[in-house]
């Protein structure tokens, strides 16, 4: 074992503050990372705050975590000490499930060891995120970064990458394909970068004229203002895929009626209560209403190796760890384009 520094909270209603904390020996197929940078996902607050029940305490949270290899276990064969790597949302699964056969290792149905706010898989451990100064991985877990990216801005790939880029894998994006995005932030944000990239011709859909500049410049070729019930007749049946990034409460059906014949809608967001979701909105058109949560590793190293190629990475305002309680707040108003991502070596 040895002493780590981070940021924790100590309770549902504390302010994140410094901590030491332990992080354990490097074992045979391990391997350690010092943390250059470390996003800040909207679920660390959700979890900080215990919005979802269940969480544990002291909580260091972070699963957006990229940084530099300093030491490797004995049977480690993929990684050296000065190799740039990176840690997503799992740190282990049970490997055997057949979820975990199909490189599903979040569906793990043993549950996965997720990077905070969880056990390792002896259910005993509790995990400590990425707002540290280090942390050590199993190798199976641990993900190459390109030295082509820029190093912060890759960050929040690991979590807000991988959730986009995922249900378009899964749903076979590809050139000519008419790609809806429901909400321009942290996740929409990607969805549009990503999917340009794949040859989609990609549409925004929002509630606000302001982010239509702003939805170009990421590579969207279209824009719908939803906040207008017009575009709603002007652009029905138009959609191959609709990637719904939003939290808030909102219609599921008028959005399904914006998919062709079999099309498909993918929920990422979690609104806080349950929607209604009329039967003809789907039958009319044999439309499928999904979800999807991030990527197995295997995939996730997959979208890393994509943006690499294609030189994606997330919009990012970088902070010093002492300002995290402020980007908490500013994250609740919307008040950051389009992710804060902290640089640990402040810390």
């Given at each position: 074992?040895?002493t ?5 909270a ?9 901590l030491?904390?332990?992080?354990r020996a490097?074992g ?11 996003g800040?996902c909207?679920s660390d607050i959700h979890q900080v705050?215990?919005?979802?029940g269940?969480?544990?305490y002291?909580?260091?949270p972070?699963?957006e ?6 030491a490797?276990?004995a049977q480690?064969k993929g990684?050296?000490?000065g ?12 490997r ?7 490189n599903?290792?979040q569906?793990c ?6 990077t ?5 898989m ?7 995120g990425g707002?540290?100064d280090?942390?050590v ?7 190459k970064?390109s030295?082509?990216?820029d ?11 991988i959730?986009?880029y ?9 050139k ?7 909400g321009?932030?942290?996740?929409g944000?990607?969805?549009v970068?990503?999917?340009a990239?794949m040859?989609?011709e ?9 982010k ?10 279209h824009?719908?203002l ?9 652009l029905?049946g ?7 990034t ?9 959005y399904?009626g914006l998919?062709r014949?079999?099309?498909?809608m993918v929920l ?12 003809i ?6 439309r499928?209403?999904?979800g999807s949560?991030i990527g ?5 190293q997959?979208?890393l190796?994509?943006?690499a ?7 990012i305002?970088?902070?010093p ?8 707040e ?10 804060f ?6 810390l």
């Open positions: 074992m040895s780590a520094k981070a940021y924790a100590a309770s549902p209603t504390a302010a994140l503050a410094p030491q904390i332990e992080r490097v045979p197929q391990d391997v350690q990372i010092e943390i250059a940078f470390c800040i909207h705050r215990d919005e979802w269940g969480s544990k002291p909580m260091v972070g699963h975590i990229v940084g530099r290899v300093t490797v276990g480690v990684f050296k000490v190799d740039l790597a990176g840690v997503g949302c799992m740190v282990d699964s049970c055997t499930c057949p979820s975990c056969q199909r599903l290792e569906f149905e043993k549950g996965a060891a997720f905070y706010n969880g056990t390792e002896d259910r005993k451990t509790l995990t400590y707002y540290s280090r942390v991985v199993d190798e199976a877990f641990t993900l970064i030295p082509k990216l190093l912060a801005a890759t960050a929040p790939l690991l979590c807000a990458g959730t986009t995922s249900p378009l894998r899964h749903w076979k994006t590809k000519g394909d008419k790609v809806g995005v429901v321009l932030g942290g996740l944000h990607m969805a970068k990503l999917a990239a040859g989609a990609v549409t925004m859909l929002s509630t606000s004229k302001s239509e500049a702003d939805a170009r410049k990421l590579g969207a070729h824009f719908g939803t906040s207008d019930e017009a575009t709603f007749k002007q029905a138009r959609f191959d895929l609709i990637i719904d939003i939290s808030a409460p909102h219609d599921y059906n008028k399904l998919l014949v079999e099309g498909t990422l967001g979690v609104p806080p209560q349950p929607t209604p979701v009329a039967a909105a789907l039958i009319g058109g044999r499928s209403l999904s949560l197995g590793i295997k995939e996730t997959e979208m190796d994509f943006c190629e294609h030189n994606i990475v997330s919009e305002e970088l902070i760890v002492q300002q995290v309680n402020a980007a908490y500013r994250m609740m108003k919307n008040d950051v384009r389009y992710r991502v902290l640089d640990m070596k402040t």
